[in-house]
């Protein structure tokens, strides 16, 4: 049986850094507000110029060093994001001549908070068919640009960012004990439209729109899909939130992050946390999360990882790696 199997990790955050303090001279917030509702302390924000390929760029290089491969061993390119640097071609096609690689398809998907997973889900289903055989999956995002800047209960929420992974097509034995991609899960609710989603779109104002959000309502939403979505995720293997060595879940609020692992009976030690840092950066949020996890020499190969993720849409999954 195919498995795809991680090889590398990367991620990159813009140099500028945005504290809670900082926002508050700009909008009627508080550092203390923001810290206490959702475990913020502060977020990185996108340069005048720099783009959501050139985050997806540069956390591809890293994870692409990191694998200790190169771009021409790629066919695979899924980038996930809800702030492409256009409307067309894919934000990934730009990744692809910047890394140099020619073999293969690169291509956008659009699942907003939820997009890494969904990312894994798809490169994971295309090796596992043999429509190719080593994949970058990306999540990068510049929210800075979608935020109404005026509105204080959206935008100390989110934060810029990019992560990456290389997972390569190798013979497993179907056992939970192979490294690789054990199982997906992906949801969605169209129905749910209105609780988060950007005003505008090619289509229907011809403008980007901005990011608005009932938060109470996600936050409801949040807690209960991500309980079931785990659940599910580890029934498909037979495994048991006992057995898992590490919770990756999507950094949108620290009190979501906190409900869903105490939910699993994980130690808060096993849980990696990068919201305080990063704020909400969307599909780049669980990549960046587990990067950090990695390099700092908590997540080893053999471990057992959790992956979780909601957005807009709503869309919602969870991805079950031996790492
Ligand atoms: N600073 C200070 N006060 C703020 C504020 C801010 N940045 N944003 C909102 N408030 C105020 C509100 O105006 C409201 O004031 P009022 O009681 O006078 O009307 C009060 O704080 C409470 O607002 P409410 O929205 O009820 O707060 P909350 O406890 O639900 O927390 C969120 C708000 C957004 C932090 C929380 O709902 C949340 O995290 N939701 C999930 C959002 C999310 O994760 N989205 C992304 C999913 S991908």
New binding site residues.
Partial sequence: MIRSVVHGCGAYLPQRVVTNDELARK????DE??RQ??GIRQRHIAAEGEFTSHLALKASERALAHAGLKASDLDLIVLATATPDETFPATATRVQSALGMTNGAAFDIQA??AGFVYGISIADSMLKNGLASTALVIGAETFSRILDWTD??????FGDGAGAVVLKAEEGKGLPADRGVLANALHSDGRQHDI?YVDGGPSSTRTTGLLR?E??E??KH?VVNMTAVVAEVLEKTGLGPGDLDWLVP?Q??K??IDGTGRKLGLSSDQVVVTVDKHA?T?AASIPLALDTAVKDGRIKKGNLVLLE????GLAWGASLIRW
């Fill in positions: 909008v009627d917030t508080s507000w923001i509702r959702t907003v908070c204080r209960a959206t935008c100390v929420l988060l959000m938060g109470k996600v936050f949040a999507h949108a609020n009190r979501i909400n969307s993720g909601i957005g807009g």
